[in-house]
């Protein structure tokens, strides 16, 4: 993998439903990996920083996984409502001989909870 | 507001003038990024700003002209722009590029249309 994918593009999940979508990225002079949820008209807000192999999130409802090695990332959410609906964007953050660079971002998961 | 702001919120230009973008934090962040977001694509980074010194351009044509006189402000300056440089520009911070307790604080984005 060269570059930060996610998957799925886009998903439609009815309200009370839970879910959770894939990162992918280069597992390569890893540093951190990071989660964002991205509402329409707003900006980005960070949910997780990750940065250990095997870490485990949670910010109430929505929690997520880190495996550095094979370079994937889960976002799960539980009971998914209403408000949920947003872009879900990972981004990793490569670390270069001069320091960390700047985050690499996903295309994102666009989320619609359906009441 | 999320603490990064940025202005104007929308500007129409010609390929022949100079506009220039700003943002501004006062959240006491050493790093500042600009990030560059077309339709169906994912944020592109353009710039990294560390205690106001550049320390990333990632490959940005020289139309696009950064500065950081500060570590609180940061400025786009654009010049004859192409309309395939329309897109939305967002700004963010962090305490430092590889804090690996905070995720990014963005702003809201100028949205930036070139006739």
Redesign the interface.
């Known amino acids: 993998i060269l570059n930060?994918e996610q998957s799925p593009q886009s998903l439609h999940v009815q309200e009370g439903d839970s879910t959770n979508f894939t990162c992918s990225f280069p597992s390569s002079n890893f540093?951190?990996l990071?989660w964002?949820r991205w509402e329409t008209a707003?900006?980005?807000?960070?949910?997780?920083?990750m940065?250990l192999n095997g870490d485990e999130k949670k910010k109430g409802r929505i929690s997520a996984t880190l495996n550095t090695k094979e370079g994937y990332s889960y976002l799960y959410i539980k009971g998914s409502q209403p408000e949920d609906s947003a872009t879900y964007?990972c981004?990793r953050?490569m670390?270069s001989g001069?320091?960390?660079?700047?985050?690499?971002?996903?295309?994102?998961t666009h989320l619609i909870i359906q009441p | 507001e999320?603490g990064?702001t940025q202005t104007p919120r929308h500007l129409v230009m010609g390929m022949t003038n100079k506009k220039s973008l700003k943002c501004e934090q006062h959240l006491g962040h050493n790093a500042m990024?600009w990030?560059k977001q077309s339709a169906?694509?994912?944020?592109?980074?353009m710039f990294?700003y560390?205690f106001k010194e550049q320390?990333?351009n990632?490959s940005v044509p020289s139309r696009f002209s950064p500065e950081c006189p500060n570590s609180s402000h940061l400025f786009l300056h654009l010049h004859t722009l192409q309309p395939e440089d329309s897109a939305l520009y967002?700004c963010a911070s962090s305490p430092i590029?590889?804090?690996?307790?905070?995720?990014?604080?963005?702003?809201?984005?100028t949205r930036l249309t070139v006739v």
């Open positions: 930060v540093y951190a990071h964002y707003k900006s980005p807000e960070a949910l997780f920083v940065t964007l981004a953050l670390y001069g320091g960390a660079d700047g985050l690499t971002f996903g295309k994102g | 999320t990064v990024y990030y169906k694509k994912p944020l592109e980074l990294v560390n320390t990333e990632n967002l590029p590889g804090d690996s307790n905070y995720g990014y604080t963005f702003g809201s984005g």
